[in-house]
């Protein structure tokens, strides 16, 4: 089994700035693929960046240029920083790790861009 923990949403001002972590337990393979998904109220769930565990890295459009998604393979743990954040950014966000074909979700952690 696999367990992810997140931490680190909150609330924050329009152009301000989150850093999220999901730590990862449990039987981790060493080929995965880490990311992290965001649901808006009433929206389905949709990616928001992933990073295999080569370093390869994939933005959703709406994203790119303002969020940077890394890891830490000694500590199976993802980031995902948040620069110049818009009011549309709101939404509950989900640790992602997908590996031998089978995928695991953390519980969220909503982030909330507002003034």
């Known amino acids: 089994q696999v367990q992810l923990v997140e931490s680190g949403g909150g609330l924050v001002q329009p152009g301000g700035s989150l850093r999220l972590s999901c730590a990862a337990s449990?039987?981790?393979?060493?080929?995965?693929?880490m990311g992290w998904f965001r649901q808006a109220p009433g929206k389905q769930r949709e990616l928001v960046a992933t990073?295999?565990?080569?370093?390869?890295?994939n933005y959703a459009v709406s994203v790119n240029g303002r969020f940077t998604i890394s890891r830490d393979g000694a500590k199976n743990t993802v980031y995902l920083q948040m620069n110049n954040m818009k009011p549309e950014d709101t939404a509950v966000y989900y640790c992602?790790?997908?590996?031998?074909?089978?995928?695991?979700w953390g519980q969220g952690t909503q982030v909330t861009v507002s003034s």
């Open positions: 449990g039987n981790i393979f060493s080929s995965n693929t």
């Open positions: 992602n790790l997908d590996q031998m074909w089978r995928g695991y």
């Open positions: 990073i295999t565990n080569l370093g390869r890295t």
